[in-house]
């Protein structure tokens, strides 16, 4: 597609319930309500995109350790669904304990740490789909 010269890349993905569409815009996910104008508009299709609800992703997000340290705990389990800003678990360094959140909503695909488990920067802690 090209809009003023500009070219963006669109995919229109699966359907919704309630008449909703993921739309790929240039690599960023939207749901969008389709519907349609009044008769008198020519029916014309229009797109709104439906606000205050999350996006869905089936991407695969691993989480790292931000910094070296042992895990004090282990919030959640395999299989769980977590919202955006869960605490995953809890990682203590340099004596002060540091909860490790969920960057997104989804379910917890994998934990790649147990309690009392010693890591380094950039090890994987948990892998959430």
């Known amino acids: 597609m090209e809009v003023e010269s500009t070219h963006y890349e669109v995919s229109v993905g699966n359907s919704l319930p309630n008449g909703e569409v993921e739309v790929v815009v240039a690599g960023q996910q939207f749901i969008v309500l389709v519907g349609t104008r009044s008769a008198a ?18 991407e695969i997000e691993v989480i790292y350790a931000p910094m070296p340290g042992r895990v004090v705990s282990v919030a959640v389990h395999v299989g769980e669904a977590v919202e955006i800003g869960q605490t995953l678990l809890v990682l203590e360094a340099m004596k002060m304990e540091n909860e490790i959140t969920a960057p997104k909503s989804g379910t917890v695909k994998d934990i790649h740490v147990s309690e009392g488990t010693n890591v380094s920067k950039n090890d994987p802690l948990v892998t959430l789909a």
């Not at 508009?41 to 089936?58: D, M, Q, W």
């Open 41 to 58: 508009e020519l029916a014309v299709p229009v797109i709104v995109e439906k606000e205050g609800r999350e996006k869905p992703s089936t």
